[in-house]
T-cell receptor, first 119, second 106 residues
Framework: GAGVSQTPSNKVTEKGKYVELRCDPI?????LYWYRQSLGQGPEFLIY????????DSGLPNDRFFAVRPEGSVSTLKIQRTERGDSAMYLC?????????????????FGPGTRLTVT | AQRVTQPEKLLSVFKGAPVELKCNYS??????LFWYVQYSRQRLQLLLR??SRESIKGFTADLNKGETSFHLKKPFAQEEDSAMYYC????????FGAGTQVVVTP
């Protein structure tokens, strides 16, 4: 079946511009996560949705970053007044509504990412 | 502060040799622990988790609570094991280490 998809795969924008990054989770997955991965680092948590609501947005670095998931499926990460330091790979992941067999953990399935470059 | 540390940025091993990727965590309490892998031009995927006590693709990971470590091991590395490996811990949100690039040469 289809995995998590993200569009665009690459985005180049000028400093100060507004960008939107889109994530399509696996159908039926109620949890959705956004991560940012800078060069040479592991993914860094940004925000977690359970359904339509942001259950944890403690990873958003500042108020220029905002994410929505209005219908509990597709999510958009929005960055206002982009800065060069925002350049990174932005990853989305989704997880199913029930634990996988044999455990209490929710496996996260990752998308291919959007590489954002701010010039 | 909660932290996941992978001290090696790069590990280069010969095919058939053992490989061990180090991971240490600093958390209050006991987090859930994972290893993720990213092969070239593929997306990040779960390799294994500590509660499953399973072996995936010949890899095992031993949790040592006393040393707060979760090292990943494979006795005989294969060329297809060349990838980026991330250790991760979760207590609430998932936190990743910086990753170790493994290169297996023939």
């Amino acid at each position: 079946g289809a995995g998590v998809s993200q569009t665009p795969s690459n985005k180049v924008t000028e400093k100060g511009k507004y960008v939107e990054l889109r994530c399509d989770p696996i159908s039926g997955h109620t949890a959705l996560y956004w991560y940012r991965q800078s060069l040479g680092q592991g993914p860094e948590f940004l925000i977690y949705f359970q359904g339509t609501g942001a259950a944890d947005d403690s990873g958003l670095p500042n108020d220029r970053f905002f994410a929505v998931r209005p219908e509990g499926s597709v999510s958009t990460l929005k960055i206002q007044r982009t800065e060069r330091g925002d350049s990174a790979m932005y990853l989305c992941a989704s997880s199913p509504p029930s634990p996988i067999a044999g455990g209490t953990l929710y496996e996260q399935y990752f998308g291919p990412g959007t590489r954002l470059t701010v010039t | 502060a909660q932290r996941v540390t992978q001290p090696e940025k790069l590990l280069s091993v010969f095919k058939g040799a053992p490989v061990e990727l180090k991971c240490n965590y600093s958390y209050s309490g006991s987090p859930e622990l994972f290893w993720y892998v990213q092969y070239s031009r593929q997306r990040l995927q779960l390799l294994l988790r500590h509660i499953s006590r399973e072996s995936i693709k010949g890899f095992t990971a031993d949790l040592n609570k006393g040393e707060t470590s979760f090292h990943l091991k494979k006795p005989f590395a294969q060329e297809e094991d060349s990838a980026m490996y991330y250790c991760a811990a979760r207590k609430g949100k998932l936190q990743f280490g910086a990753g170790t690039q493994v290169v297996v040469t023939p």
